[in-house]
């Protein structure tokens, strides 16, 4: 299968139309998940597009299986079909470890006063204070944070009082800054995670209906995730 080429111009002029959203992270692979979430944002919160970068290199966990090239070509193939998702490669063609800080300065260097909305999950929020150069993020970004529907926010210590300055209490907020406000929005939280789509693999099975079929069919002709071949020295 031909590698397709990115769909976004990530040093081309940027048209206003709306808040970006912006989803990180390893898409090792990517799956239903992550897409299900991005597209709830995207229509609830009007956002212009939402952006799906990869991280070549995690600062705070393992290393991914897939290499930068095939996880950029499955998240490729996963968001085909729909024109606001767009694959954003400037983390994979960063040398080190990929910091959102550097990211989002990269992006609003960009984008200019266009509004950023950084979409993270609750726990990669109440891990926020472990971020690199973490107090600088609200500088470049808003933050919109992923709960289940009805689920109460519960932070303590720095982020409770993070939250008294910049929390939002409604997504029309996001307009009348680039960034600086805090957003809770509900979401539908699919259980599904990249790690158990590996498991399944690493043993034989089928991960279909967790990811997408384009997806799918990728992993298996390019043979991701697979079994590891036993040592022909093993007896």
Known sequence: MSERQPRAILSGPWSAGGPVGILGGTFDPVHHGHLRIALEVLEELELAQVRFIPCRQPAHRGQPVATPAQRWLLLQQAIAGQPEFIADDRELRREGPSYMVDTLASLRAGMGATPLCLLL?????????????????????????????????????????????????????????????????????????ATRIRQLLALGRSPRYLLPEAVWNCIREQGLYRPPLASACEE
């Open 121 to 193: 999950g609750r726990d990669a929020f109440n891990d926020l204070p472990g971020w690199h150069r973490w107090r600088n993020i609200l500088e470049l970004t808003h933050l919109i944070v992923l709960e289940r529907p009805g689920a109460a926010p519960t932070p303590s210590g720095e982020l409770s009082q993070l939250l008294e300055c910049h929390r939002l209490d409604h997504p029309g907020a996001l307009r009348e800054k680039t960034a600086g406000g805090i957003l809770f929005q509900p979401v539908t939280q699919l259980a599904i995670s």
